[in-house]
């Protein structure tokens, strides 16, 4: 019976998320698909993260089908997962089954409004974050090698969904080396959980796409994607910013209310709360290249998960300092609530009325590429790309010999038409603008420009997009 409210919270998450607009990104949609049709990771498509995500959707959609809406279902259940887990671990870590449940409630809320209603990289390493985190909580409770493991494990797990997590391998060794246990058998059974990365980098070599991916992943990203004009994105609204300082200065504002500015050392000294700051810590870094709510994802978790510490071990103000923190959150929460605009983002009448003009006018085996326009428009369509496809942005085909490449799959396997959406205008680099200008000669030598006045209505509200059609 205690646990009711537990699932009244969970219920009700699902009642707030269903109030919002679900984002299915196109990358989340076509990378599992294009990996369902027999594409190769790395070589015969760009994907600038590791597989694991796109692992976990493939076998979604094929025990169901590609559809934006297995998508949203799936992700409103992954992210119950995570709830669950939270208020696990602030159980277990305060004993106390209403703050536990306050806490819990307050994370849902802000979840929910903070761009929480979509499936990313960020939202889809949490689980494995949450996990490693209640492993190395069960490691310094009992110091049993075998906690070493599975929290090593979940931390595979979690670089293998993004490679930004290797990160989280930070607060494991702090606790080992401040607790003197950085020995040979710990060492070893870290090694034994990292056994599904070691399994990855085998697959890279036999496949021979080890180069590709240490390209598209680590070498590119830090010497060129951060050089391209426009891809950091750290200019946010001054009331973004000020929810983002206010959110991170509640931590804070928690750790001197008892004692008015003198530290509780008491509070301090805890290894599980420096454990869940080293957390949150980490989770603000890997926000980078761009200051987005969805990014800051896990810092939200680690933000809760600090603040239940540290407001169980406060032992004055404690009333004052729960309706403070509920304040803030409530206050929040009520700003950035906007209902539904529409049920999905980037599947709306023009995706399904260009996957309808696909259908009709391109046999079920013949290729398309698609220049500027989403590439989930390959999977509503059922129609794939030339393989060596990547997505439309300038980071990607600006680096030096990435277009000639590009050019030279083409020509090897011809797509019978091409759709290529007129530039916006504005700076040449920006995403609505940017298209490769060799890759764009390309097609204006060896494709015929066609007419558009076929196009249903539905398409011309999209903007002008040419259709070209193979000589």
Not at 31 to 40: H, I
């Amino acid at each position: 019976m205690k646990y009711l409210f537990l699932i009244f919270i969970l219920i009700l998450h699902i009642l707030v998320l269903n109030q919002l607009t679900f984002t299915a990104w196109p990358e989340m949609l076509s990378y599992p698909y294009l990996l369902s049709n027999n594409f190769f990771f790395y070589k015969d498509f760009v994907m600038p993260y590791p597989p694991g995500l796109v692992l976990i959707l493939s076998a979604v959609y094929h025990l169901f089908e590609f559809s934006p809406l297995v998508l949203k279902y799936f992700t409103w259940i992954y992210i119950l997962v995570g709830d669950l887990l939270i208020f696990l671990i602030i159980k277990k870590l305060t004993n106390n089954l209403k703050l536990s449940f306050l806490l819990t409630f307050l994370y849902i809320l802000l979840q929910s409004v903070l761009d929480g209603n979509m499936m990313w990289f960020e939202i889809g390493m949490l689980p494995f974050l949450l996990l490693e985190f209640l492993m190395v909580l069960a490691w310094l409770e009992k110091k049993r090698p075998i906690y070493l493991f599975w929290g090593a494990l979940f931390l595979s797990f979690s670089i293998l969904v993004k490679q930004t997590a290797v990160l989280y391998s930070l607060p494991l060794l702090f606790i080992l080396i401040k607790n003197r246990e950085l020995n040979y058998k710990n060492i070893l059974y870290l090694i034994y959980g990292g056994a599904p990365l070691i399994g990855f980098i085998v697959y890279l070599v036999v496949n021979n796409s080890l180069m590709d991916f240490t390209n598209w992943n680590i070498y590119y990203p830090i010497n060129f994607w951060s050089k391209f004009p426009g891809y950091t994105g750290f200019q946010i609204s001054r009331r973004e910013f000020l929810t983002i300082m206010i959110l991170g200065l509640t931590i804070f504002t928690c750790l001197f209310i008892e004692k008015l500015c003198l530290l509780n050392k008491k509070v301090l000294k805890n290894q599980t709360l420096i454990l869940s700051l080293i957390f949150f810590v980490i989770s603000t870094l890997i926000i980078y290249p761009r200051l987005t709510f969805f990014h800051l994802q896990p810092a939200l978790v680690f933000l809760i998960i600090s603040l239940s510490l540290i407001i169980h071990h406060l032992t004055k103000f404690k009333i004052i300092t729960l309706l403070l923190v509920s304040t803030i959150f409530l206050v929040v929460a009520g700003i950035y609530y906007q209902p539904k605009k529409e049920a999905i983002r980037f599947y709306g009448p023009e995706e399904i009325a260009w996957a309808n003009f696909l259908n009709q006018n391109l046999g079920s085996s013949e290729k398309v590429y698609l220049l500027g326009l989403n590439s989930s428009l390959y999977v509503y369509s059922d129609r794939l790309p030339p393989k060596g496809w990547l997505d439309n942005f300038g980071w990607y085909f600006e680096i030096p010999g990435v277009q000639d490449k590009f050019i030279k799959d083409l020509t090897a396997d011809p797509p019978k038409l091409i759709l290529r959406k007129i530039p916006a205008s504005g700076n040449w680099f920006d995403l609505n603008v940017y298209q490769p200008q060799k890759v764009v000669e390309y097609i204006k030598l060896n494709y015929t420009k066609m007419k558009g006045t076929f196009f249903p209505s539905e398409i011309k509200q999209m903007g002008e997009v040419e259709l070209w059609q193979r000589k």
